[in-house]
């Protein structure tokens, strides 16, 4: 059976990234797609700051995580489903388990808050997680960065929910993109998309906002028409 040149040398290198026990277990806890900062990992793989660092740093020269920056924070997470795949393989073979992501953030704000100017929260993720689902969005990557265009399908839901995209496109910032979620470690929509959508859901009293925090409440008109409207069970 003949090798491809170099490929042994590039396997070889990955698994040595992977078998280090530090490294696995922060490899393993980014397993269930939600992102992590660094002293977090640091204290899942039982390690000081500048040696997680240094792990870290390891395993993105490998191309096993990703860094995504968050205004001051830096959160890490798996390079892409093919790391996960190998990931549960060698998990299988193993015949371990892994622990699963526990938020500690307080449960009003857990659920939905504002982020800048769009829903963030458990309501932020299942509402992205849903129009990827209707395929209404369309993802393209760059250098770990994921941005939205609208489909066809889009282009004619969101007009049916009232979204002006023609004059949302035309706003002097990102049109849309996957915005880290600090409660829920995986995306929610950010950009003029996703303030859009904020505004929609004020205007139409789906969501009312608290006025002594960033909190948002879902009101019954809003769980009723996201049910109907975009088959969103919340």
């Known amino acids: 059976m003949n090798v491809e040149p170099h490929k042994d040398e590039s396997v070889s290198r990955i698994a040595a990234a992977i078998g280090d026990r530090a490294r696995a277990r922060m490899l393993y806890s980014l397993v269930d797609g939600h992102a992590r900062t660094s002293t977090e990992l640091a204290v899942i793989a039982d390690v000081s700051a500048s040696t997680a660092s240094a ?5 993105k020269t490998e191309c096993l995580v990703k860094m995504t920056v968050q205004g001051k ?19 299988v ?11 500690n953030t307080p449960h009003h704000l857990r659920f939905a ?3 800048y100017d769009h829903i963030a929260g458990s309501l ?3 509402l992205h997680d849903r129009l990827q689902a209707l395929a209404w969005l369309s993802a393209s990557r760059s250098d770990g960065d994921c941005a939205y265009r609208v489909t066809s399908d889009g282009a004619k839901g ?5 979204i002006d995209l023609d004059a949302t496109r035309k ?35 789906w969501v009312t906002q608290d006025l002594d925090s960033r909190a948002l409440r879902m009101t019954s008109v809003g769980r009723r028409e996201m049910r109907a409207r975009l088959g969103l069970e919340v």
């Open 55 to 59: 792990h870290l740093s390891r395993l």
């Open 158 to 162: 969101c007009q049916a929910l009232g």
């Open 73 to 91: 924070h830096r959160y890490y997470s798996l390079q892409g489903p093919n790391v996960a795949r190998v990931l549960e393989g060698l998990s």
């Open 171 to 205: 706003l002097r910032r990102r049109f849309a993109y996957a915005c880290l979620d600090w409660s829920e470690r995986r995306p929610h929509i950010g950009g003029a998309l996703g303030a859009a959508l904020l505004n929609l859901a004020l205007k139409k009293r």
């Open 124 to 126: 932020g993720v299942a």
């Open 93 to 103: 073979l193993a015949g371990g388990h892994r622990d699963t992501f526990v938020p």
């Open 113 to 115: 808050r504002t982020c």
